[in-house]
């Protein structure tokens, strides 16, 4: 019980940093053992707790017939963009690494020592 429950818990917080996030574009090669880490990606991404959370998000799949590396590119609401490149990474190094980003999104107005664009 304590595994589902760890699991819940970490489904719950992945939501709530999914809400700043405006498109996902995932992209890989199915024929490739590295990109699992972005198929396991692009199916967290398609849950419905991460759906309802943020139902304008944008997940699209480029699906490549060459052996080039899996992306993940990822545009915040307010327009920033980040690409991530997981392979041979975890795809819980990955989201950590998204829930940094957006958490600093989401900190930002309160941030004393955020850089404002003029």
């Given at each position: 019980m304590g595994r589902l429950r760890k699991s819940l818990m970490l489904a719950e917080r992945n939501c709530?940093?999914?809400a700043v996030l405006g498109k996902i574009e995932v992209s890989f090669?199915?024929?490739n053992?590295?990109?699992?880490?972005?198929?396991?990606?692009?199916?967290?991404?398609?849950?419905?707790?991460?759906?309802?959370?943020?139902?304008?998000?944008?997940?699209?799949?480029m699906v490549g017939p060459t052996y080039v590396p899996?992306?993940?590119?990822i545009e915040y609401q307010d327009g920033s963009k980040q690409t991530i490149f997981p392979d041979h990474r975890?795809?819980?190094?990955?989201?950590?690494?998204?829930?940094?980003?957006?958490?600093?999104?989401?900190l930002g107005a309160l941030n004393p020592f955020a850089v404002s664009k003029p």
């Open positions: 709530d940093i999914f090669n199915p024929f053992n590295c990109s699992a880490t972005a198929r396991e990606l692009l199916k967290q991404f398609q849950t419905r707790p991460v759906l309802e959370k943020n139902p304008k998000l944008e997940v699209k799949v899996s992306r993940v590119h975890m795809s819980r190094e990955v989201i950590d690494e998204i829930r940094t980003m957006a958490h600093s999104k989401q």
